[in-house]
């Protein structure tokens, strides 16, 4: 082996890179694990503030039923008619998102082409033979073994 420039020889250097590629990779997963704690962080914040969002709306729905309810039965309507038409209104909104909800289920697919590719893997693998083992391998059968008696318990 010649030395190199520097005067070591190049089971050093090849040494040395390993051991330098070896801590980059180590620094490089440090890294991907600090970013994944810092994102999932940011989805569990963002998530609960979500679910606490939806509590609250969840929550108004019926206050605000009520005093639409109430505003309707101030113009002179009775209560009774007030809220009739608050609830008529919720059931129209809901029957609109039914709807809504019926056409976008409906358009969905199965997914053809991931399909059809794994039919395609699946034929060219059923093609494919097994490696031949070597002859000085012998294989052994396993031996069925004898149930114990109940006396030599």
């Known amino acids: 082996m010649s030395p190199t420039d520097d005067g070591r020889s190049i089971g050093q250097l090849v040494a040395s890179a390993t051991t330098e590629l070896s801590a980059l990779v180590h620094e490089e997963i440090a890294l991907a694990k600090a970013e994944l704690r810092q994102d999932v962080k940011r989805g569990v914040i963002g998530s609960g503030a979500a679910i606490a969002a939806g509590v609250l709306v969840l929550f108004s729905l019926p206050v605000l039923s009520f005093a639409a309810a109430y505003g309707i039965h101030n113009l002179g309507l009775g ?20 709807l809504l909800a019926k056409v976008k289920l ?48």
């Open 79 to 98: 209560l009774a008619w007030s809220f009739t038409i608050v609830g008529a209104v919720h059931l129209l909104v809901a029957f609109v998102l039914l």
């Open 106 to 153: 409906s358009r969905i697919e199965p997914p053809r082409r991931s399909i059809a590719s794994a039919k395609q893997s699946a034929a060219v693998l059923s093609g494919v033979k097994p490696h031949p083992r070597s002859s000085s391998v012998k294989r052994t059968e396993p031996t069925a073994v004898e149930p114990m008696s109940s006396s030599s318990a």
